[in-house]
């Protein structure tokens, strides 16, 4: 019989469960040397398609959102700062990261941020009956329904 290695519940994934919300927690072998959404998904076994990052920019007019697209796009600033209502925006540095949401980079969750934030989705999530994000925690992605994610969250859809 295998014996299956204890896996700590996140924040995250306590919020998640406490909602009823059925997800898969999934560990990975972290590099610190590269926190990469590809090497996440090399990891996972998955499409980068379907493997999620968690980006918190800084608006000019509304302050901090966040934009959650796959692994394997670049944010478009133009567009992101078009969806929140802002005339342009730029990344969180990763110094206000953890003072600002109480994740660190490579283990940003838009699940259980120190404070709800907009939230916006990328499209392409809807194309997948489930989606990887993170779980709060380098080495731990969360596998999860894309329309459970949104409801929950109340996430945005933008398009291309």
Known sequence: ????????????????????IPFELVPYEVDESNLAADHVAEQLGEPIERVFKTLVLRGDRNGLFVCIMPGDMEVDLKVAARISGNKSCAMLHMKELLPETGYIRGGCSPIGMKKPLPTFIYESALLYDAIYISAGVRGLQMKIAPEALISFIGAGIYPL
């Open 1 to 20: 019989m295998a014996v299956t290695p204890h896996i700590p519940k996140t924040n995250a994934a306590r919020l998640v469960e406490a909602a009823g």
